[in-house]
């Protein structure tokens, strides 16, 4: 056959010392971090801002995007577990039979990173008032959405948020989740969607639309949330509210809200059309 199954199975530490272990998880965000700081100094040397603005920046995104992410997996997905662990949701343990076990923190969720990235940068331009809201988060999200990308590889190491089985010989087989059947390897899909998204919002900031408030911010919204709305049809439930809102699953529904507003920046009148 033209296609071939892949068995997967990877240790999801890249090295262990003792009971420390750097996980391809944890590596895939200090990629995503130390990249997104990169593109942001470039940014910011082009467009002559002081370089000390940026490093404020970097430590508010660094927490507000963790933030967010932990908080928005805990309530739009997980709360029926954490209502009753409520010291697992800012430490990165898990509750088992033998005891508290250090797991490091599993559970992100990119909406709610969007959502604490969104609030951080509010905070953060409340202090450093050199730009205009818009300005800092229409930069911001140009790196952020490569740095989305390096967080769905480590969702695939760590064999998470999988795809449905793809019922052919096409696909991934998660051998460390005890299965011998081909799913689809939805964390790669999302994964080479925001590299696209990343090319076109660079394209995007090479020309005068950059300069149109919330433009780059309405292409990001609409582009990332109409890809993880159609790679949601190929991946297994993640529970959440959709028992109470059938027809969609959460990841979708969460979708569509930034989706309208990403249409709307994009779309709206300003003054500099």
Known sequence: MFFSKIDWAPSETLFKIGSFGIHYYSLMFIIAFGLGYYIMKKIFEKEKIPLEYLESLFIYMIISILLGARLGDVFFYSWDYYQD????????????????????????????????????????????????????????IIPVSIGASFVRIGNFF??????????????????????????????????????????????????????????????????????RFFVEYLKESQGGFEEYLPLLSTGQWLSIPFILLGLFLMLRKTNNQ
Not at 204 to 223: A, H, M, S
């Open 158 to 227: 760590n064999s998470e948020i999988v795809g449905k089985y793809s019922g052919s010989n096409f696909g991934v087989v998660f051998l460390n989740r005890g299965e011998n059947a081909a799913r689809h390897p939805a964390q790669l899909y999302e994964a080479l969607g925001y590299l696209v998204l990343f090319f076109i919002l660079k394209q995007v900031y090479k020309t005068n639309k950059k300069d149109k408030p919330g433009y780059l911010l309405g292409v990001f919204f609409t582009c990332m949330f109409v890809i």
């Open 85 to 140: 662990h409520l010291i697992e949701i800012l430490l990165p343990i898990r509750d088992t039979p033998t005891g508290y076990t250090f797991t490091g923190f599993r559970g992100l969720a990119s909406h709610g990173a969007v959502i604490g990235s969104l609030i951080g940068l509010y905070l953060y331009k409340r202090k450093f008032k050199f730009k205009p809201l818009l300005w800092i988060i229409d930069r911001v």
